[in-house]
């Protein structure tokens, strides 16, 4: 199960927006450098300022960068706008949105640098998994337990916790090996899918 089965409700209640969007010029590329660019910027401020109060941004901006990411998706599908250079920018552009995102967790204890550039890998890893579905013939492969909207959900909640109170509780240090598991058992269920008779 994965948060990513409830992407056609929300996209239900983005319709409308989307449809102003696209009547106004919008460009489905465009939406996504725009998530991207924002997700890279507050990813360096957190870096460069890891004040807790500015954590808050995460859980914040995980909630618009799904949106987006659904607006995109929208406006390539709905109004024309599908090309090969958006499904490049769609992939890449989502794997340094998350790298950006994660990695400034490392300054707050008790997480640490290894064990992030771990889940960064094995994010990575569950994204490319995913996109081997469709060079093989079987579609882009979304199965979880620890997919992209998933790992938005795990990463707002714990910049909220780092906001409100300062730092992160030490039992949370387990939430670094779990999400590991997680993204591996991701890995695993996106091959499986792909290898799945037709």
């Known amino acids: 199960m994965s948060i990513y089965k409830l992407k056609s409700s929300f996209q239900n209640l983005l319709r409308p927006l989307v449809g102003r969007?696209?009547?106004r010029g919008a460009t489905a590329n465009?939406?996504?450098l725009f998530a991207a660019l924002v997700s890279v910027g507050i990813g360096a401020l957190l870096l460069a300022?890891?004040?807790p109060a500015l954590f808050a941004l995460v859980p914040i901006w995980m909630l618009l960068r799904m949106a987006l990411n659904a607006v995109d998706g929208m406006l390539a599908r709905e109004h024309g706008q599908k090309s090969v250079l958006g499904?490049?920018?769609n992939e890449i552009t989502d794997v340094v949105s998350d790298a950006a995102l994660y990695l400034p967790f490392a300054l707050i204890a008790p997480f640490s640098l290894p064990?992030?550039?771990a889940i960064v890998f094995l994010a990575t890893l569950t994204e490319f998994t995913g996109v081997l579905g469709v060079a093989h013939g079987k579609g882009r492969s979304y199965e979880g337990p620890m997919g992209k909207s998933d790992r938005a959900l795990l990463f707002g909640a714990l910049g909220a916790l780092v906001a409100g109170f300062g730092t992160l509780p030490?039992?949370?240090w387990h939430i670094q090996p779990m999400a590991c598991v997680l993204l591996v058992w991701t890995?695993?269920?996106r091959v499986r899918a792909g290898l799945a008779p037709s």
Do not use: I, K, R, S
Request: hydrophobic share 45%; glycine share 4%; aromatic share 14%.
């Open 170 to 172: 030490d039992w949370t």
């Open 49 to 51: 300022n890891p004040q």
């Open 187 to 189: 890995v695993v269920n």
């Open 87 to 89: 499904g490049y920018l």
């Open 21 to 23: 969007l696209a009547e």
């Open 115 to 117: 064990w992030l550039t």
């Open 30 to 32: 465009q939406v996504t």
